[in-house]
């Protein structure tokens, strides 16, 4: 019985909101993130009563980040509400980005009286039909004596096989209404099997396969994070010495440290990450998805490689991209039975010789290292202020990042050495991610450091959960990276728009002040300009700790990220700075 399943059954008359309260208790939560309204008010009434801990944010797309940066921190089903109509929709975002990268969440939503769906009533908002195509699966409860097993099957949905979102949408009439507590003792789901172990079969071919292969390489994905695999990929990279690139959402499952890794692949991915894949011929690919954003043109990425491809989620496998050998299974049952018999392999003297393929990724990562140029003017280098912000804060501390420039300088510029240390929104590219999420992953992880990199932007899409922060003691740090700039959208108009700056800027020098915002939400507020005062800037911030930090960084607008893929292109056209293409000496293959 899964840790969902477990917790007080005793019964006896109460109402549904009760019920529903007790149930979120009995399924282990600590902590909700949420604001009350018409059709969700019954339940607030227990949740008085209870020892969960609900934050009242001060908007819904908040309390749906808050949920999944407190899950991606801590592995936990992380835990939301709302009401009905507006408040269910403002949930809508959260639940799409969560849906993308797998992130273990329920969402409570009031709905109106049982008797009143389908009137168009007041704030009602068919909010199942609405996200049925983004979340793992969800519930419409009109019956208050479904409300324990409801919320049990949802848990258990949404923290086991492929993690995701669950919706669980209850009627006003459902919440009122008289009922008896009764929490399931098991959980009876005939659809719903995941398969966890592999087959032994596939482990056998796929073993046989990275014996053969002389240019083989880990791609690793964000199913390695939830499966909890790092120690296993590990022990599998060291084992056999291939190399390995991690996906924007694997950044810290294998230490960036470690000579084996090249880095993050794709669209704005190290040249030697790229290269890795594109001349490899064979990809291990481990709870990744072939996104278009990693691949680039699908029919030139990697064109001599075979493919092994292992994910919980069948649906995954050969959507993209062939399986020589297709892989069902959890990620880290998967390298378990992969390690335990490449070693037996090697007891008999079978061991894959790469010894040229790694020399010549050596030589490619140390050729075209992720670099930058300092501004000609002496201003400040964004990347600089990253790698600085990485080097003062270490590798315990967890980091998360809105959408664009300063989510990939992140990504490139701190060093992640642990799992779970990087959160950002990859797969649905949510602007305002950040301030919301590093609230929620300071809930979860009350002793880490918890640092926000935003950017001017994305800051001002969701920076009211300041006020959620500072008066509920949640001390989170916010690096703003202000460029004055959409960043990302002005570093395409400059390369593929002539730099015709169409609705880009900003004014973040002028408006806001980001100082006087910060002191006005109840929080530090300090600035920094020059590349001389960043560290004493960062080690200021680091030693407040009783309330929220805000950082704003006036960084050099036109700085750009590099390396890139142009969309749509080939990752053989990979660029390391403007106009200039890596050349590789290809008889070192």
């Not at 010495?241 to 084996?260: I, Y």
């Not at 797969?427 to 918890?450: I, N, R, W």
């Not at 973040?508 to 960043?534: H, M």
Request: with cysteine; hydrophobic share 40%; glycine share 10%.
């Amino acid at each position: 019985m899964s840790e969902q399943q477990q917790g007080g059954a005793g019964s006896g008359t109460v109402t549904g909101a009760e019920s529903l309260v007790r149930s979120l208790e009995a399924a282990g939560v600590t902590d909700i993130f949420g604001i009350p309204g018409g059709a969700i008010l019954p339940a607030y009434d227990p949740l008085m009563d209870s020892p969960i801990r609900h934050i009242l944010v001060r908007h819904e797309q908040g309390a749906g980040h808050a949920a999944q940066g407190y899950a991606a921190a801590s592995g936990r089903v992380g835990v939301c509400m709302a009401t009905s109509g507006p408040g269910a929709t403002n949930l809508v975002t959260p639940l799409a980005d969560a849906h993308m990268d797998s992130v273990p969440m329920v969402a409570v939503t009031g709905q109106v009286g049982a008797s009143m769906i389908g009137t168009d009533a007041f704030q009602e908002a068919d909010i199942r039909g609405i996200t049925m195509p983004i979340t793992k699966h969800n519930f419409l409860v009109t019956d208050p004596a479904e409300i324990p097993r409801t919320v049990a099957e949802a848990f258990h949905i949404a923290s086991t096989g492929r993690p995701g979102p669950v919706l669980v949408d209850v009627a006003k009439s459902a919440l009122q209404a008289a009922t008896t507590f009764d929490w399931p003792t098991e959980i009876h789901l005939p659809g719903y099997r995941p398969v966890t172990r592999p087959h032994a079969k596939q482990i056998r071919e796929a073993s046989k396969l990275i014996l053969e292969s002389r240019r083989p390489v880990l791609y690793v994905g964000g199913g390695t994070i939830r499966s909890g695999a790092s120690k296993e990929l590990l022990t599998l990279a060291e084992l056999t010495g291939m190399p390995v690139v991690t996906t924007l959402m694997a950044r810290g499952a294998f230490p960036d440290s470690h000579p084996q890794h090249l880095g993050m692949p794709g669209m704005h991915g190290t040249v030697a990450a790229v290269a890795g894949l594109q001349k490899s011929d064979l990809i291990i690919s481990l709870g990744a998805r072939f996104d278009d954003r990693v691949t680039g043109a699908l029919d030139s990425f990697a064109p001599g490689a075979k493919v092994i491809h292992a994910d919980i989620d069948p649906a995954e496998i050969g959507k993209n991209r062939h399986a020589d050998v297709p892989i069902v299974g959890d990620v880290r049952e998967v390298l378990i039975d992969l390690i335990t018999t490449l070693r037996t392999e090697a007891d008999a003297g079978h061991t894959g010789d790469y010894e040229g393929w790694v020399q010549f990724l050596s030589g490619v990562k140390a050729k075209y290292p992720v670099g930058y140029d300092k501004p000609a003017d002496g201003g400040l280098a964004p990347q600089y202020v990253l790698e600085r912000l990485g080097a003062i804060s270490g590798p315990e501390t967890i980091v998360t990042a809105g959408v664009g420039q300063h989510q990939m300088w992140a990504a490139h510029f701190v060093s992640y050495e642990r799992p779970n240390t990087w959160i950002n929104s990859g797969g649905l590219g949510t602007m305002g991610f950040s301030v919301p999420a590093a609230m929620g992953a300071k809930v979860a992880m009350p002793d880490s450091v918890v640092w926000a990199v935003d950017g001017d932007g994305c800051f001002q899409m969701t920076n009211q959960e300041l006020a959620t922060c500072a008066i509920n003691d949640i001390p989170i740090k916010v690096a703003i990276i202000n460029n004055e700039s959409l960043g990302m959208v002005r570093q395409w108009q400059t390369l593929f728009y002539n730099s015709r700056y169409s609705n880009t800027d900003l004014h973040s020098k002028r408006i806001p002040d980001f100082v006087k915002l910060a002191d006005a939400y109840g929080c530090v507020g300090l600035s920094c300009e020059s590349p001389d005062d960043v560290d004493a800037t960062i080690q200021k911030a680091m030693e407040i700790n009783d309330v929220p930090v805000v950082v704003d960084f006036r960084v050099h607008r036109d700085a750009m990220v590099w390396p890139m893929v142009a969309a749509g292109t080939s990752n053989d056209d990979i660029k390391y700075a403007r106009d200039l293409a890596p050349q590789f000496d290809e008889d070192e293959l």
